[in-house]
């Protein structure tokens, strides 16, 4: 209790603890169709595996017939790393029992499954699985890390079978890269259930229900809506520390030895993210979460929860470039393959300063950069400086304006280049051609410039 009543105080000091009377533009959930998932997910540390149960109901939203489905298993994609292997799918079934056939494509993270009746335009259609994982042993977003012996982390993210986006009359399934975000989704809703030992906390994308245990196992309910990934840290050397302002539940997760940096990232969090509803609009959210791990890379984002490398976790910056991602990337989603820019860049310049020497293309997907240094260049540093250009040419809360329009517009949605682009260019001017044309290809330009 006195820990708990020292850190409102310090929260209080840093945000001034004052009603602002600033309007905030929201983001109310949507009453379009959402897929479903019900999961319960049991995990088994000594064996470095996770058991889940999966039911999935979609609804067919496009104007085509489907003869088959495909769902993403990014797990698959670490059978060759130590201690990972290929995913084991069985008792794929209908939900009137009926099996169905499934085959991997040449990409093992991909999976189609035969339907034993076409799906036709806004029938909905329920299938189950289970699913076993083999998680490696890798300081990464999907990974295990043994520190010292007995303390383990798991980093499960991307860790459940997904549905893949179908659009322009087929299901997208872009390549897995590991230093960078290649994911796409449509926002659904997850019921999670995930079992393990008593001692281990466990942290998911979604708000906390409940809580119960059977001898020395415990399990934890989730509830999630309108997210478009679904991900998990499960170790046994976490502690908490919480706050609730204007209604969502903050908790910084930190590993027992660094009160102090998970204290500090729980101040950050909170500020950062009354600054993002300032200027981009409310998190719809009731619970966000910063988790500090053991990851090579600094910082992972997954609606309502992020994960900071252990060196970073604090660091304003990594957080902020993080939060900003739950905005553009999971409230408005894009192809994070094809174009990256529609979200890296954007947190790139509101979590930087000084970006605004930067010039390159930035319309161009992961595989048409020659190597990785290129992908980070452009997509960060390139895009984030073209933000940088165009607030000081424009003004800052011009550009944020158009910005929150976008996010309104588009909001649990997917979006291209053309919306973005075409939405800056009309509402900066055309006099923003000048910059545009150092980021962007010409018939880029012309597309996104036809009114």
């Known amino acids: 209790m006195k820990k708990y009543l020292f850190l409102v105080l310090v929260l209080c000091l840093v945000t001034g603890c004052q009603n602002n009377s600033y309007k905030i533009i929201m983001f109310p959930f949507s009453n379009e169709w959402r897929n479903h998932y019900q999961v319960n997910v049991q995990l088994d540390p000594l064996q470095r595996t996770y058991h889940s149960q999966i039911e999935i109901t979609l609804k067919n939203t496009s104007q085509d017939v489907w003869n088959k489905i495909v769902f993403r298993d990014y797990p698959s994609q670490f059978k060759d790393e130590k201690e990972g292997s290929m995913s084991l799918i069985q008792n794929l079934m209908t939900s009137t029992g009926e099996p169905l056939d499934y085959r991997r494509l040449d990409d093992p993270t991909a999976v189609e499954v035969i339907l034993n009746t076409p799906l036709a335009p806004n029938e909905i259609f329920t299938f189950s699985m289970e699913y076993q994982a083999y998680v490696p042993n890798l300081t990464a977003r999907f990974g295990y890390v043994e520190n010292k012996a ?73 509830e999630a809506s309108s997210v478009r990934d679904y991900a998990l840290v499960i170790g046994n050397n976490y502690q908490c520390v919480s706050q609730i302002e204007d209604n969502i539940l903050y908790n910084s997760y930190y590993h027992s030895a660094n009160q102090t940096i998970g204290i500090g990232s729980l101040i950050t969090l909170i500020n950062e993210t009354k600054d993002l509803n ?36 604090g660091n304003e910056s990594t957080i902020r470039h993080e939060l900003v991602h739950q905005w553009f990337y999971n409230i408005v989603g894009n192809n994070g393959y094809q174009e990256a820019w529609l979200d890296e860049s954007i947190a790139t310049y509101l979590a930087e300063n000084g970006l605004s020497e930067q010039i390159g293309r930035i319309d161009q997907s992961y595989g048409e950069y020659p190597d990785e240094n290129s992908y980070v260049h452009a997509m960060y540093f390139c895009g984030g400086s073209m933000y940088t250009r165009l607030a000081n040419r424009f003004g800052k809360d011009k550009l944020m304006m158009i910005l929150q329009e976008y996010l309104s517009a588009y909001a649990y949605s997917e979006t291209k280049t053309k919306d973005l682009l075409e939405m800056l260019i009309k509402g900066l001017g055309e006099e923003s051609l000048d910059i545009f044309k150092d980021y962007f290809d010409e018939d880029t330009l012309t597309e996104a410039s036809v009114q």
């Open 150 to 222: 007995e303390i383990i982390d798991f980093y499960l993210g991307n860790s459940l079978p997904i549905l893949a986006v179908y659009e322009d009359g087929q299901w997208v399934s872009e390549p897995y890269f590991s230093d960078g975000e290649c994911f796409y989704s449509e926002v659904a809703d997850y019921s999670v259930a995930i079992t393990a030992p008593d001692d281990f906390t466990i942290i998911g994308t979604g708000d906390k229900l409940s809580t119960s245990r059977n001898g020395n196992q415990k399990t934890v309910t989730y």
């Open 278 to 313: 300032r200027q981009l609009g409310r998190y719809p959210y009731q619970t966000l979460n910063t988790v500090e791990t053991y990851m090579e890379m600094q910082g992972m984002e997954y609606p309502q929860l992020i994960m900071i490398s252990q060196s970073m976790h």
